[in-house]
Nanobody
Framework: QVQVVESGGGLVPAGGSLRLSCAAS????????MGWFRQTPGKEREFVSA????????NYAGSLKGRFTISRDNSKRTIYLQMNNLQPEDTAVYYC?????????????????WGQGTQVTVSS
């Protein structure tokens, strides 16, 4: 069992930046790939980014690559999502999730453990 808790969301103006954190507890985090997804009301959960269990492989949604950067610090059992040049369309609840495999998948059904989400709101 793994528990994940997101933090770092908030309200920012367009063009601003935020860094989300996801702290994990329970079974060791190091053997899990970790991912970020986001969701807005009435829409499907959308893949944002994922990182392999060692951090050497990353995966991004094509439209977000270059603005978002995922990283992890296994010593702190935490992953991060640095989001730059945020736009109003990035407004969503952002979820962190753990996938008990090695590679960073974009498929949300692979992820077994989910956090409660953190709200990101970008004003125009």
């Amino acid at each position: 069992q793994v528990q994940v808790v997101e933090s770092g969301g908030g309200l920012v103006p367009a063009g601003g930046s935020l860094r989300l954190s996801c702290a994990a507890s329970g079974r060791t985090l190091t053997v899990y790939a970790m991912g970020w997804f986001r969701q807005t009301p009435g829409k499907e959960r959308e893949f944002v980014s994922a990182i392999s269990w060692r951090g050497g492989d990353t995966n991004y949604a094509g439209s977000l690559k270059g603005r978002f950067t995922i990283s992890r610090d296994n010593s702190k059992r935490t992953i991060y999502l640095q989001m730059n040049n945020l736009q109003p369309e990035d407004t969503a609840v952002y979820y962190c999730a753990a996938d008990p495999s090695f590679l960073p998948s974009s498929d949300y059904v692979r992820y077994r453990y989910w956090g409660q989400g953190t709200q990101v709101t970008v004003s125009s």
